[in-house]
């Protein structure tokens, strides 16, 4: 009686221990989550490797110049259309000369405390040559444009709003519509556009798993456990990113952290929802809770490790990419399934059991009843559980099997899924070949993807004001918006280099440097001899496309090849050729980071399992999954979205969460199969595993599903395809693949799947 007592007392400490390390995490990382958005870097020229063409040809660049710069253009045009009045011109004048004196809201005593602090000279008014607008042509102070403010605000987002403040009240009455665009202008709307992450993502992401829940559980109760699991899980993930991306251990974009919190609350449901059925079959079989919860936990770790162990070893292979962006993705994503994987194992039951006795009552109204009959068959084979919608009294061994060819198995208590196995078992072989055959399908669309990149433009789903702006510039200014490429070359190679530049197509024109400062500037003549720098001349040199267009990637890459023609240790760098060395960065990805995924899966598999041929279906499965997705999106994008393209390495995100997650769900069922296997043999175990964890993992999928499509509120094209392949890819390998193919496909293989291990046969 002492001895129990004294259990009791000790279970209780170790619950109110491990909700006080959660609640403290909590704290903590809740504050860490608000400022994951001061650790960002957005700048896509930051993620290059040292070793691309155009960071060296940055590098040497700054040492032609005195001050970098950041330029920032007002456009404006008569609302009405036709020419600009002369008062509207001499309007335009004072609002430039007034723009230095704007101060700036929320600057600390460090920080500028004006616009004109944070630029490189007085903005000045240029007319169009056509008369029909002007641009006023700001240039901000690079080296302050991404510093923090006293509130945590970037200098660049502060100026430019601003400035867009003080246009729309000094032109209210004045005929005359101005946008804010250039390089300033498009960073400041993309970390705008990133600054839903915080809140509406979460909060969309999190109403959704939240209906789900409520249908799954038919609860009022356990569904807000589950979340406030996410939750907390979300908080110990942001925690740790905050701390390794302010120390500046990893590099932490918009991206990432919008993908990170879907991970992160879709790995911890899924793995909830895994726990929580486990732990209501088991409450079944043993009236204490305690009990329950630690067999439950017992049953669950093995393919919940392995879900996140599989997962983690994808993303992490993402640290062989050239690119900052991608290698950084990794860890961060990691960092989210490892919180997923011990908030599900060690918070969520300290929840469960929270109420001792009386802890069935988070059930309510369908609370699993203690059944006698139940116990004295003993515990549930380890692996998934049942359904969470499973009725009491209605268990995973009311079995009832047929002795037929096809061994079926009809699982009551299961509904629909006691029905697909029947089916699947009756027809298996046509059932495999024939949801083959329709994946492949879909997947000979794949070569139609367009990952070839798009321009700056492209990237908003939404209206926004430097996109305007910049169709505003090309349409009345021509090329004065083109960013030059920038060529440096030895001093010897200056009249070669020239002579190349000019003669290749797209390009409008090309000059040397001076000592007087002038560049590249459309037909502007070198003015005075050419700077030289350690024995180099720098040539800018204008494209005829603007510099975020794929035809001005195109010529860049043309430059390229005439240049080095001429002179071999010439370096060509600019926007246009980060964005060639962004594409050439994303197809190495691709080739070497998802053959290193594959084998890495595969051999976590052939642990898991023992075994070889089964790991093998498996992958082969979902790979072929992954491929019928792409080949979708491929359809939906070019003819349904109209979508311009996809940047490169959208297929490589969408490759790696899809065969590392979509696996999951073959992991969960193969484990289940191969419990069940060892008991009543392989073909009749493949059945009654995919009847009792039918309903669990095709909620799991949903919810995962549902998850990453919430990354398409995000009005940015990248995480709108993200959210569309994975969540669609999730739903095949959910639905189809888990449901329909592999369960087919080890049906028909049979006992053969195992090879080269052997299955121990236990007593039913």
């Given at each position: ?11 209780g ?121 002007a641009?006023?042509?700001a ?19 502060v100026?430019i ?81 905050y ?120 059930f309510?109204p ?50 629909i ?44 789903l ?15 200014f ?34 040397a ?16 001899p ?23 990637t ?102 790696c ?6 696996v ?48 398409g ?52």
């Amino acid at each position: 009686m002492l001895s129990n007592r004294w259990s009791g007392v000790l279970r209780g400490l170790v619950i109110v221990a491990v909700l006080g390390v959660w609640l403290a995490i909590g704290a903590l990382g809740g504050q860490a989550q608000g400022k994951l958005s001061t650790v960002q870097t957005n700048d896509s020229a930051a993620f290059l490797p040292s070793s691309a063409e155009s960071t060296q040809a940055a590098e040497k660049a700054q040492a032609f110049v005195s001050d970098e710069s950041l330029p920032a253009l007002v456009v404006a045009v008569p609302t009405a259309g036709g020419a600009i009045t002369p008062e509207q011109l001499q309007l335009l004048q004072d609002v430039a000369a007034d723009l230095p004196g704007l101060p700036l809201p929320g600057a600390g005593p460090e920080d500028p405390q004006t616009v004109g602090d944070a630029l490189t000279g007085d903005p000045v008014v240029v007319p169009s040559q056509d008369g029909e607008a002007a641009m006023i042509v700001a240039s901000l102070d690079a080296s302050q444009v991404s510093d923090l403010m006293a509130d945590d605000e970037r200098v660049n987002n502060v100026v430019i709003a601003e400035v867009r403040a003080e246009l729309e009240t000094a032109l209210a009455d004045s005929g005359l519509q101005a946008w804010v665009t250039g390089p300033a202008g498009f960073v400041a709307d993309l970390v705008n556009a990133f600054g839903g992450i915080d809140t509406v993502l979460l909060l969309v992401a999190l109403g959704a798993v939240l209906i789900i829940l409520a249908i799954v559980y038919r609860s009022p109760v356990l569904p807000f456990i589950v979340i406030l699991t996410a939750v907390f899980a979300l908080c110990l993930a942001g925690l740790v990113v905050y701390l390794l991306a302010d120390a500046g251990t990893l590099t932490l974009n918009g991206q990432a952290q919008g993908i990170l919190s879907i991970l992160v609350v879709g790995a911890a449901v899924d793995y909830s929802l895994l726990v929580v059925a486990r732990y209501r079959e088991e409450l079944r079989v043993v009236r204490d809770p305690y009990t329950a919860v630690r067999k439950a936990l017992r049953a669950s770790i093995e393919p919940i490790a392995a879900s996140a162990g599989t997962v983690i070893a994808g993303l992490l292979c993402l640290l062989l990419s050239d690119l900052g962006s991608n290698r950084s993705l990794g860890p961060v994503g990691a960092i989210g399934i490892a919180a997923a994987f011990l908030a599900a194992l060690t918070f969520l039951p300290a929840l469960l059991v929270l109420g001792g006795k009386r802890s069935r009552g988070i059930f309510w109204p369908q609370k699993p009843a203690y059944d006698p009959a139940a116990a004295e068959e003993g515990t549930a084979p380890a692996g998934v559980g049942a359904a969470p919608s499973t009725p009491a009294g209605e268990g995973a061994r009311d079995v009832a099997l047929a002795a037929s060819h096809d061994v079926e198995v009809h699982v009551a208590g299961h509904g629909i899924w006691s029905r697909v196995a029947s089916f699947v078992g009756r027809r298996d072989r046509a059932v495999w070949i024939v949801t083959a055959l329709v994946l492949a399908g879909c997947a000979a669309f794949v070569p139609t993807f367009q990952a070839e990149g798009t321009s700056d433009s492209d990237v908003f789903l939404t209206q926004v004001d430097s996109v305007d702006g910049e169709q505003a510039l090309e349409e009345h200014f021509g090329g004065v918006g083109v960013q030059p490429a920038i060529v440096i070359a030895p001093q010897e190679d200056l009249d070669a280099v020239l002579q190349a530049a000019t003669a290749t197509d797209g390009v409008a024109s090309a000059a040397a440097v001076t000592e007087a400062g002038t560049g590249g500037a459309p037909g502007a003549p070198a003015q005075g001899p050419p700077l030289v720098v350690d024995g180099d001349v720098r040539v800018d040199v204008v494209t005829e496309d603007p510099s975020d267009t794929n035809a001005a990637t195109a010529t860049v890459a043309a430059l390229r090849d005439a240049v080095h023609e001429v002179s071999p240790d010439a370096l060509v760098g600019g926007a246009s050729a980060e964005r060639l060395d962004t594409q050439i960065a994303g197809d190495h990805d691709l080739r070497v980071i998802v053959p290193v995924v594959l084998v890495v899966i595969l051999l976590i598999l052939m642990l898991l399992l023992r075994s070889i041929l089964a790991p093998v279906l498996l992958m082969a499965a979902n790979v072929l999954s992954f491929g019928a997705a792409l080949g979708v999106a491929a359809l939906v994008f070019n003819h349904v979205l109209d979508f311009p393209g996809a940047d490169p390495t959208v297929p490589l995100y969408a490759f790696c969460f899809l065969v590392a997650l979509g696996v999951d769900y073959s992991i969960f069922l193969m484990t289940r199969v191969r419990e069940e296997s060892g008991i009543i043999g392989t073909r009749r175990g493949t059945l009654r595993a995919l009847a009792v964890t039918g309903s669990v993992i095709t909620s799991a999928g949903v919810v995962l599903a549902a998850t990453f499509a919430a990354l398409g509120v995000i009005p940015l094209l990248f995480l709108a395809q993200l959210a569309f392949i994975v969540a669609f890819g999730v739903l095949v390998d959910t639905l189809i693949v888990r449901s329909l193919l592999v369960p087919a496909l080890v049906h028909d293989v049979g006992r053969v799947v195992w090879w080269p291990g052997s299955l121990r046969r236990a007593a039913p």
